[in-house]
């Protein structure tokens, strides 16, 4: 049995201007279905007396285009590694 994949929560946040209005935000990265995918989830809710309204926007972009971005633009961590005569 296949489970769904909610991914990691980057951020939840409620906010409550007044007793009768609510704000609902959450930021989720997960991986697609198959794995070749990275998606960001902007995911908004908000209650008030006269409407319930919400949205979501998502954000994708490929796994191997993001590595080849990261090695092409990352800084670089190299640990020295040192080195001793054999025997």
């Not at 972009?61 to 590595?67: A, C, E, K, P």
Request: hydrophobic share 40%; net charge positive.
């Amino acid at each position: 049995m296949a489970s769904e994949n909610r991914g990691l929560i980057l951020q939840q946040r409620l906010i409550r201007h007044d007793p009768a209005n609510l704000h609902c935000r959450e930021i989720t990265l997960r991986l697609s279905a198959d794995c070749r995918q990275l998606v960001l989830s902007r995911y908004t809710e908000h209650y008030g007396p006269a409407l319930v309204r919400w949205i979501e926007r998502s954000h994708t972009v490929s796994v191997t285009d993001l590595f080849r971005w990261l090695v092409a633009n990352g800084e670089a961590d190299v640990m020295k590694i040192g080195t001793q005569p054999l025997p």
